[in-house]
């Protein structure tokens, strides 16, 4: 289990307890935007190098107003926040 004080808290429990998560490929879902940042420790996804380009996602429709997950804080806090993985349409 993670510590209550470990730094990428930030009150995620509020909006990320219970939800349901899909594996994607990171597309940006608008010119003007481009990138996302895991929720908790803000590791960038976008489609440059270097960057994240799979992970975790609460919207997997359009990806707008969707929170990112990286694969590594998934698995820190899956079993404490109670995901579930879904099948993307």
Known sequence: MVSSTDW???G?????????LFRLSYRPYS???????CAFCWDKFSDSPGDLHEGYCTKPEDGSDARWICPACFADFR????WTVGNAP
């Open 12 to 20: 995620q429990e509020e909006w990320l307890t219970g939800a349901v």
């Open 31 to 37: 010119p003007l935007w481009d990138h996302e940042h």
């Open 79 to 82: 079993e404490e926040f109670g």
């Open 8 to 10: 990428r808290r930030r």
